[in-house]
């Protein structure tokens, strides 16, 4: 099993800082199945970045991702106040199919 | 626009079985290849429980697989989750989700709004 870790746990900044969110995985991970996800409060998580760097329909450019191998990144250009959230990193193997989510970053108003 | 729209019992005995449907409104179930269940203990986050695809074939999450069944039904565009044996630790807001699938790549593109079960006697 793939283990996802990301780092911090919780980002505290201002508005019209850079965020930048790290996930760490325990395996290399095939570029085309990791994904980064935003949830708040009550919300479902939306679809953000798929494919290590393809944002999601609707998704501000603001909003930026990359990475290879075991290391990946969800960076944030300038944080807006709808931002502060919650962030998780997602990873699929297909042998046999699996799904596994990081423990997600809180990104909260400094 | 295709939306997900969980439903089903918000509680559940010990020992009993949780079963929840996904309904499909805005397109066709058959329109994507993949759909599936994750949940997300209060507090906590987020675990795959498994996938279905339209045509009915299905994988789970190997610390699931023993007590999880999904099914799907065309004819109703729905599809649906089974948890047995549940205890405490299934208490958690159950979302269904469709797939997406660009490119060779697979994500979560559509969740429903979730609906928390309490596993409680």
């Known amino acids: 099993e793939i283990v996802l870790t990301q780092s911090p746990g919780t980002l505290s900044l201002s508005p019209g800082e850079r965020a930048t969110l790290s996930c760490r995985a325990s395996q290399s991970v095939n570029s085309n199945y990791l994904a980064w996800y935003q949830q708040k409060p009550g919300q479902a998580p939306r679809l953000l970045i798929y494919g290590t760097s393809s944002r999601a329909t609707g998704i501000p450019d603001r909003f930026s991702g990359s990475g290879s191998g075991t290391d990946f990144t969800l960076t944030i250009s300038r944080l807006e106040p709808e931002d502060f959230a919650v962030y998780y990193c997602?990873?699929?193997?297909?042998?046999?199919?699996?799904?596994?989510f990081g423990q997600g970053t809180k990104l909260e108003i400094k | 626009q295709v939306q997900l729209q969980e439903s089903g019992p918000g509680l559940v005995k010990p020992s009993g079985t949780l079963s929840l449907t996904c309904a499909v409104s805005g397109g066709s179930i058959s329109s994507s290849n993949w759909w599936s269940w994750v949940r997300q203990p209060p507090g906590k986050g987020l675990e795959w429980i498994g996938e279905i695809s339209h045509s009915g074939s299905t994988n789970y999450n190997p610390s699931l697989k023993s007590r999880v069944t999904i099914s799907v039904d065309e004819s109703k565009n729905q599809f649906s989750l089974k948890l047995s044996s549940v205890t405490a630790a299934d208490t958690a807001v159950f979302y269904c989700?469709?797939?997406?699938?660009?490119?060779?790549?697979?994500?979560?593109?559509?969740w429903g709004q979730g609906t928390l079960v309490t596993v409680s006697s």
């Open positions: 989700a469709r797939h997406l699938a660009l490119g060779g790549t697979t994500s979560f593109g559509i």
């Open positions: 997602q990873q699929y193997r297909s042998s046999p199919p699996r799904y596994t």
